[in-house]
Structures are given as structure tokens and as C-alpha cells.
């Protein structure tokens, strides 16, 4: 029998039956709360669904599949506030990991104020283009596989990677096991609690729903489920959240009920008019105040679409 990740419950109720990519079952635990998805893939099973498929659904610009190449230059620019969020931890003497990596775009910002970079992806081609092209050492292994010595790096990141698992709870102790006595590490997922799940118009809400549950999240965290998990892996966290969407991408939703694009629009476009008219200034400049207050709203509420956690040795 199935059992909860988070609480070992086996009670479940299912909240949805459809997917970005078509029929699938979404379920929460009635005991803690948490939220995944039904469904079993093997370690081959993951490894060919990264290597094959997961670019064809998820390419950051829709209806094309993109070269690492071409995914490194679209999304490099999203990773700038979460290097702001690092940054600080950040030192030459320091030896650091990155699991799920992607296309190597923090590990590019991290590694001249760092010792050593290492990355892990499961995508063969994003883990080549590492080596190759940012000449960042990168495995495409699971990490908990893999034969690092115990304490071995002083900061793990782990930027949208941990909902993809599906053993987050493993994936957590391993890095807990890799973390040195005095290191940290920081974690981002999808928030569950995202404004856009709950406050839009009833028929474009069930479209942002459906898009939002795809194949590739095993799980679906809020601060509380999160906690939960990090708590029960040994691990102390401070939890907070940010937006890396644009309120232009928030109307467009609301007004349109579908995604922009490409996602470098849906995360850098914040202006609506292209023109040089007093109008059309004054209009941008007063996007750009609103979506300074837009961002504070959903940081203050929670309801951003990333949770932003940094965690380290709880001492048990």
C-alpha cells in the first residue's frame, strides 16, 4: 500500500485528474496535507524521460525544443535573484554542490567566488554542455548514487529540482550526509500556494490548475509540507518566498487564461507598450512601480511561486 513520503499516512483523496500533458491523478494526504502525483517511474525510467521527453513538453519557449545552448541563454537571466540570494554565502575557500543543475546557469554565476563547483543533472546533453562549454565539472547521476565522501561540500543548491524526485526525503538525508558540520544548504520548489492556483477567474483558474500539475513533479510543496519534510530529514530551515513572474504575466493569465510564449517574456517582460509616446512612458513607469508592490504582496503573503528555504544541520 502506498504510503505519505511526509507522515507514512495512506489515506488520500484526489484533486485532479488532469495534467499539462493530459490524464494524470493528483492526490493529497488527508492526514498532513501533503500534495503528488500517482505515479511510478523507475531510475531508467527518469533518466529516459530527462534525456528524451522532458524538452518536448517543458522548453522554455513553447513549441520548440531547445539546445542547451539555446536553454542556458533563456534562463540564465531568471538565476540572477537567486545568486543575489547565495551570494552572500559565498567564498573563495568554499566547495559547492548543485543537484539538478539544468543547463549549468548558477553553477556559471557561483564558480569565480568559489573553490570548487560541482553539478549533477540527470540530462545527458545539459551535463555534457557543463563539461564542455562552462568547463564545470557535472555528472548525470542521481545523487544518491553517487560516491562523494560524507561532509564533503560547504553549500548543496537544489533550485527547482526537489518536487521533480521521487524520493525527496532520501535526496534531503543525502545532502544532509554531504553537508559539512557548519554548511548550509538552499533549496527552491514550486509553491503550491501560488496566488495564481486560487485567485483568478473560476474557468482561467482551472487552466492555470491544469497547467500547473505536470509529469515531471512528483510532489507539490506548501511552507508547511516543506518544513515538515526538512524537519523529518534532520534538518533545520528558515522558509520564505519570492515571484519570478511578472504581474504583465499574472494579467495575462487573468485576462487570457494561457501562459505567455517564452519564458524569458513571462519572467523579464514587465512593460506593455513598446513605443517612445509621453503616454506609453508614463504608462511603463507606472508597471514598473506596480510591479515593485506586486512582487512585495505575494513575498509578504506567501503566495509567490517559489519557496525559498535555507537549511542546515538541525543537530539530530
Known amino acids: 500500500m502506498q504510503k505519505c513520503e511526509l507522515c507514512d499516512g495512506n489515506s488520500f483523496h484526489v484533486i485532479a485528474t488532469e495534467i499539462r500533458e493530459g490524464p494524470g491523478t493528483i492526490l493529497q494526504c488527508d492526514t498532513c496535507g ?15 524521460y530527462y534525456n528524451e521527453e522532458y524538452q518536448k513538453t517543458n522548453s522554455l519557449r513553447e513549441g520548440s525544443v531547445q539546445t542547451p545552448k539555446e536553454h542556458f ?44 563547483a560541482v553539478g549533477i543533472e540527470l540530462n545527458e546533453d545539459f551535463a555534457r554542455f ?18 562523494f565522501p560524507d561532509r564533503s561540500f560547504d553549500l548543496i543548491f537544489c533550485i527547482m529540482t526537489l518536487d521533480h524526485l521521487p524520493n525527496p526525503l532520501e535526496t534531503l538525508s543525502t545532502m544532509k550526509r554531504l553537508l559539512k ?15 495564481l492556483n486560487y485567485f483568478l477567474p473560476e474557468q482561467n483558474r482551472k ?56 519564458f524569458v517574456d513571462a519572467t523579464s517582460k ?3 507598450f513598446a513605443g517612445e509616446s509621453a503616454f506609453e512612458k508614463r504608462m511603463n513607469g507606472l508597471l514598473d512601480k506596480t510591479e515593485k508592490e506586486f512582487q512585495a504582496i505575494l513575498s509578504d503573503t506567501c503566495t509567490g511561486d517559489s519557496l525559498c528555504c535555507i537549511a542546515k544541520h538541525s543537530g539530530k
Open 270 to 272: 514587465s512593460h506593455l
Open 73 to 116: 541563454d533563456d534562463s540564465i537571466r531568471a538565476f540572477k535573484a537567486v545568486f543575489e540570494r547565495i551570494r552572500p554565502f559565498l567564498a573563495k575557500d568554499k566547495r559547492v554542490l548543485d543537484i539538478g543543475c539544468g543547463t549549468g546557469e548558477l553553477l556559471y554565476m557561483v564558480k569565480p567566488h568559489v573553490a570548487e
Open 207 to 262: 487552466r492555470f490548475n491544469t497547467f500547473f500539475w505536470h509529469r515531471a513533479h512528483y510532489f507539490y510543496f506548501t511552507k508547511e509540507t516543506l518544513s515538515g519534510m526538512l524537519k523529518k530529514a534532520g534538518l533545520a530551515a528558515n522558509i520564505s518566498c519570492r515571484h519570478q513572474y511578472t504581474l504583465v504575466n499574472f494579467l495575462n493569465w487573468y485576462f487570457c487564461g494561457t501562459p505567455q510564449k517564452t
Open 130 to 147: 557543463i563539461r564542455d562549454d562552462l568547463g564545470i565539472t557535472a555528472y548525470a547521476e542521481d545523487v544518491n548514487r553517487m560516491d
Open 34 to 48: 501533503l500534495v503528488f502525483q500517482d505515479i511510478q517511474q523507475t531510475e531508467n525510467d527518469l533518466k529516459q
Open 181 to 195: 558540520d557548519n554548511g548550509l544548504i538552499y533549496i527552491e520548489v514550486p509553491n503550491r500556494g501560488e496566488a
